[in-house]
């Protein structure tokens, strides 16, 4: 999506560009996300261009300057097209930036909320209500998903057929049990830093939970056009549709799959609500597996 920032005021001023190669938007995990506006306030971005209209851009985009739609791809709905980039001077975002990637004076600068994508622990820490996003790259899945042992896998797997019988888990395999263990780990570890009360360290326990908070719609995987508007059950070109709620219709991803990273997770909900269901669900994990 190649975006465009004019400056000029009658004679003076100038126009910085860059492409935004990926961006994820969840307005319902964040106050910025709660205004009524239709521009766009992703949560996550990353941003293309030469190393100094990058810096520009970026300048631009922090003191408050929108950028237009120039022309859009990844999937981004062409009705959109009209809106503007906001990234709000109020919203903490953080910004990294990398020069000279390829050797030809391109820059990226990967801008996000640290708030819902970090782990830390600070002394701000709201424990009212649980909101992150939970994002995962390929070679950090694939690494994980080699240190899984067999025996976890095993003990997973029996722990989530035991534990949930709903439908939409009934249906999935044990092989796609098993390749969203480390996808469900990385997860818990989110939701662990993030809650004031202990969880059980166990493998089978941590797939399980994680299925049990999606099907009580706690979290999310992102939706789609589609999916944010009206919720699907079952598809046959999706099994994961059931996971995609209207809840979190602002919820979406582009252009994350082609940088290396796995289907993130949006998760939001107040900590009595997440209290109640990990007690239902704990007292359920160890009545059904003495």
């Known amino acids: ?52 209209q990058l810096r520009f851009f970026v300048t631009n985009l922090r003191i408050g300057h929108k950028a237009t739609v120039v022309t859009s791809n990844n999937g981004y709905s062409r009705n959109k097209a009209s809106r503007k980039l906001e990234l709000l001077k109020t919203g903490g975002y953080k910004y990294i930036f990398q020069k000279n990637v390829d050797g030809q004076n391109t820059s990226i600068a990967t801008i996000y909320l640290p708030a819902l994508l970090e782990t830390d622990i600070t002394s701000e820490q709201d424990y009212t209500r649980c909101n992150f996003l939970c994002v995962t790259t390929k070679d950090w899945y694939v690494a994980q998903k080699q240190k899984v042992t067999p025996d976890d896998v095993k003990r997973a797997i029996i722990t989530v057929r035991r534990t949930i019988s709903h439908p939409s888990i ?27 009360f202990p969880l059980v360290s166990d ?88």
């Open 203 to 290: 493998s089978g326990y941590y797939l399980a939970l994680f299925l049990y908070l999606l099907l009580n719609k706690v979290c999310s995987l992102p939706n789609t056009e589609q999916t944010s508007k009206y919720y699907i059950a079952q598809s046959d070109t999706d099994p994961w549709c059931w996971a995609r709620f209207s809840q979190f219709a602002s919820f979406q991803e582009h252009g994350l799959s082609d940088l290396g990273f796995m289907p993130s997770i949006a998760c939001s909900a107040p900590i009595d609500l997440i209290r109640k269901l990990l007690g239902d669900f704990t007292s359920a994990f160890y009545e059904n597996n003495k």
């Open 1 to 52: 999506m190649k975006l465009q920032i004019d400056t000029s005021d009658g004679e003076k001023g100038r126009t910085f560009t860059a492409t935004m190669n990926s961006f994820i938007t969840a307005n319902e995990l964040w106050f910025g996300g709660d205004a009524n506006s239709d521009n766009i306030r992703p949560v996550f971005l990353t941003l293309i261009s030469s190393e100094q």
């Open 170 to 196: 009934a249906n999935l395999s044990d092989k796609e049990l098993e390749n969203i263990i480390p996808i469900a780990m990385r997860f818990i570890f989110y939701l662990d830093r993030k809650i004031p």
